[in-house]
């Protein structure tokens, strides 16, 4: 009967077939919710200047689609629409806005605190599985 039935190509396959793709997940959706992260930072550093600026109103340019921006004036900025996910916009005051963006920041950052703790394990599961395989090599010679 055989000793172990895990070979240096078995472990090395399920090294790069298996460990490492789970951490290129891992990374895809860390570096998903940093960019979640930054476009909401950009959104309340927006409300907050419109809320400077909410007495003499502003001129803008908004994407209509295509890249194309129209000129806009904004006389009386009370109100924002905000995406709330899957393209529905929710209308709040300036204020609630902003704590609505404060608030999914907290929580993205908590996603992201899990997703790195999931890393952190996951580059340990492959170190340890270099080390074995290391180990396993040594004995075959």
Known sequence: MERSSLTPARLEEF?????????????????????EIMEFLQ??????????????GFKTQMDIGGNIFMEAK?????????????????????????????FRIRILN??????????IKKRADIKLAVICLGEKQNLIK
């Open 110 to 119: 908590k996603e992201v605190d899990v997703i790195r703790e999931e890393s």
């Open 74 to 102: 904004i006389d009386d900025p009370q109100r924002i629409l905000v995406n709330i996910g899957k393209d529905i916009f929710m209308d709040f005051s300036l204020d609630e806005a902003i704590k609505y963006v404060e």
């Open 15 to 35: 090294i790069n077939n298996y460990l490492k793709e789970d951490l290129k997940e891992l990374e895809y959706h860390l570096n998903l919710r940093n960019n």
């Open 43 to 56: 959104l309340k550093n927006t409300i907050e200047t419109i809320k400077e600026h909410l007495r003499y």
